[in-house]
C-alpha cells in the first residue's frame, strides 16, 4: 500500500513520505498526516520473536512508503545501536500490576531519543531521494528534552545544521547543562526569554516567514523540524507501541489479541498520538489514557470538548509537560472533523486568535482515551510509594502517568493489563526525585553561585544511586565533566537574529 501524505489545512494535495519529512511543517502551517493508515496484519504470535529493530523496520516500511527496505534498514541500523545502555533497547518492566516501558535508554536518557536517534539518517536520506543540495537548518522549539535528543542526534552530521531554542528558567538543571555542552560545530543552543510556548511559537512563525525562507534558499540552507510535528518522529514511535505489546505476548502476560492499556505522560500530544495510530493500525488497544500534569488543558477538553489555552502557565517538576498547545493534538481533531480541512483550519485559527475552540464533545473518536491529571504533590508523592513498594524508582513525568493509572482504576474498575509509558530515567530530575522520596535529605545546597548549585546536583545523583541502585547512566557522567560550549540568551523577538546570525546571513 503506497503510503502518502497531506495537510491537515491543505487542499487534499499528496506527498511522498520522504518530502513530509523533509518539511517537517506543510506551508500552509498544518501537520502532514498520512492519507490511509496500513494495516499491522501480520501474526502476532510470530512477531512477538522479533527484536526491536525488526518491529521499527515492520512498521517503518508501512509508513515510509518511498524509502527502499535497504535505506530503512540502514537507518534502523545506524539508529537502535550501543548508544542505547539495554539490548531491548525499549525494555518492558514488571512493576506490581503494571508494565513500565522504559523509553530512556538511549543516548540523553529520555523518550525523544527513541525517534531523534532515527529522524537525522531518515532526513539525510530524505534529502538525497529528493535531490536536495541545500544545507538543511534544523530549527527546534524545546521544553527540555528534545532539544538534547536533537542536538545528539544532528551533532556533525553533514549537511545540517541545527539550531535549539528553550525557555530560560524553564528546564531543568541537568537538562540545561546537557544542552550547553553539546559538542559538534553545526550545533547553536539558545535561551530564549519566555515558557516553552513563546519559544515555540517563534519557531512556528520563522518556518512560516516566506521572506526568511527566501533569504535561506539564496544562500543554500532550508529549514526543517524535528519537533515532534514531523512525521519522520511520530512514525518511529509507532514502533514501540507494537513492541511493548508483543513483550507482553512474548513474556505470556497476555494472549495475542488480546487488549491492553496505555497510560501516557502527555505534553504535546505526540507520544500519546502514535499509540493511537498503533491501534488504528489493529493493535489490540483498549484505552488510550492522556496523562497531564498541573497544565490540564488536555484533561479539560477530553472533559468538556473545549481546548483552552488561556490560563495560567505553570512551572511544575515535570517540566517536558508543561505545555499549554499541544501542537500533535491537531492531528486528532482533523480525524474528529472528518478529516475536513477547512473546519481543522478554522479550529487552528480560532486557537491562534481567541485561545481556545470547541469540537463536538460526543465524538466517538475520543471514546478512544481517557484523561486524568497530576498535581505536583501527587506526583511526589507517587514517586515515593512506587519506591516504597516496589523499590522502584522512577522520573516525574512517569510518575505524573502512574499517579493518573491509578486514579483511573479506582474510578473504573478497569483492570485490562496497562503499559505506562515511561519517558525519562530518574537521573535526569534527580533534584525532584530525591526530594520526593526522602524530604530530609538537604537537597537545597543551591547557594547563589552556579557551581556551588551544579555540585549540588552532582551529590543528588549519589544520593539517588544510593536509593535507587541502578546504575547512572553515562549520559550524565558526561554531562557533570564537559565544559560549557553555550552561553547565548535572548529576548523572544530577537530569535530570528540568533538563527540569521549563526548562519552568517543577515
Ligand atoms: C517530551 C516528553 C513528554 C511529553 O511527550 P509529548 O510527545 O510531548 O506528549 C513526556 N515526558 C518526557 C520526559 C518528555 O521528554
Not at 62 to 70: G, M
Not at 170 to 178: C, T
Not at 230 to 259: F, H, T
Not at 465 to 474: A, C, D, E
Request: proline fraction near 3%; glycine fraction near 6%; aromatic fraction near 10%.
Amino acid at each position: 500500500m503506497d503510503i502518502r501524505y497531506k495537510s491537515t489545512r491543505g487542499n487534499k494535495e499528496t506527498i511522498t513520505s520522504s518530502q513530509a519529512i523533509l518539511k517537517g511543517l506543510a506551508p500552509d502551517g498544518g501537520l502532514y498526516v498520512p492519507n490511509k493508515i496500513p494495516c499491522l496484519d501480520e501474526d502476532l504470535n510470530e512477531l512477538a520473536t522479533k527484536n526491536y529493530k525488526e518491529i521499527a523496520f515492520i512498521v517503518l516500511r508501512k509508513f515510509l512508503s518511498d524509502f527502499t527496505d535497504e535505506e530503512l534498514k540502514k537507518c534502523i541500523e545506524h539508529a537502535y545501536d550501543s548508544k542505547f545502555d539495554d539490548e531491548k533497547i525499549a525494555p518492558v518492566k514488571e512493576v506490581g500490576d503494571s508494565f513500565y516501558l522504559e523509553l530512556f535508554h538511549g543516548k540523553t536518557i529520555a523518550f525523544k531519543d527513541m525517534a531523534l536517534s532515527i529522524l537525522p539518517y531518515l532526513l539525510t536520506c530524505a534529502a538525497k531521494k529528493n535531490d536536495i543540495t541545500n544545507e538543511i537548518i534544523i530549527l527546534t522549539a524545546t521544553s527540555g528534552d528534545t532539544g538534547k535528543a536533537a542536538l545528539a542526534g544532528f551533532a556533525d552530521v553533514k549537511g545540517t545544521k541545527i539550531v535549539v531554542f528553550y525557555p530560560k528558567g524553564g528546564v531543568s538543571k541537568i537538562q540545561e547543562l546537557q544542552m550547553v555542552t553539546q559538542k559538534g560545530d553545526n550545533t547553536k543552543v539558545v535561551a530564549s526569554i519566555g515558557n516553552f510556548d513563546d519559544c515555540q511559537t517563534g519557531v512556528k512563525s520563522m518556518f512560516n516567514d516566506e521572506e526568511l525562507k527566501s533569504r535561506l534558499d539564496k544562500n543554500n540552507y532550508q529549514f526543517s523540524s524535528a519537533n515532534s510535528i514531523n512525521i519522520g518522529r511520530l512514525v518511529p514511535q509507532i514502533a514501540y507501541y507494537v513492541w511493548s505489546y508483543l513483550q507482553l505476548v512474548s513474556k505470556g502476560k497476555i494472549k495475542a489479541g488480546e487488549k491492553i492499556n496505555f497510560c501516557v505522560p502527555t505534553g504535546n500530544f505526540g507520544n500519546i498520538l502514535a499509540g493511537y495510530y498503533a491501534k488504528l493500525m489493529g493493535l489490540p488497544v483498549n484505552k488510550l489514557i492522556c496523562a497531564s500534569n498541573d497544565n490540564k488543558v488536555l484533561y479539560d477538553f477530553f472533559q468538556s470538548g473545549t481546548y483552552d489555552k488561556n490560563r495560567e502557565f505553570i512551572l511544575t517538576t515535570s517540566p517536558s509537560m508543561d505545555i499549554l498547545i499541544s501542537s500533535n493534538l491537531e492531528r486528532l481533531i482533523y480525524t474528529i472533523q472528518n478529516e475536513d480541512e477547512e473546519k481543522t483550519k478554522e479550529l487552528m485559527s480560532e486557537l491562534q486568535t481567541k485561545g481556545s475552540y470547541q469540537i463536538d464533545k460526543e465524538s466517538n473518536i475520543l471514546k478512544n482515551f481517557e484523561a486524568g491529571f497530576s498535581t505536583q504533590e501527587e506526583t511526589a508523592t507517587t514517586i515515593k510509594e512506587v519506591y516504597e513498594k516496589y523499590n522502584y524508582v522512577i522520573d516525574p513525568h512517569t510518575a505524573v502517568a502512574s499517579c493518573v493509572y491509578e486514579k483511573y482504576k479506582k474510578a473504573t474498575n478497569d483492570n485490562t493489563p496497562c503499559v505506562i509509558v515511561s519517558t525519562a530515567s530518574p537521573y535526569k530530575f534527580a533534584r525532584s526525585v530525591v526530594h520526593a522520596i526522602d524530604k530530609n535529605v538537604n537537597h537545597c545546597v543551591c547557594a547563589t553561585s552556579k557551581d556551588k548549585e551544579y555540585l549540588g546536583d552532582f551529590e543528588l545523583i549519589e544520593e539517588l544511586y544510593k536509593l535507587s541502585n541502578v546504575k547512572i547512566p553515562q549520559a550524565i557522567e558526561d554531562v557533570l565533566h564537559a565544559d560549557i560550549r553555550h552561553n547565548n540568551t535572548c529576548e523572544l523577538k530577537d530569535m530570528e537574529k540568533e538563527v540569521t546570525n549563526f548562519l552568517g546571513i543577515d
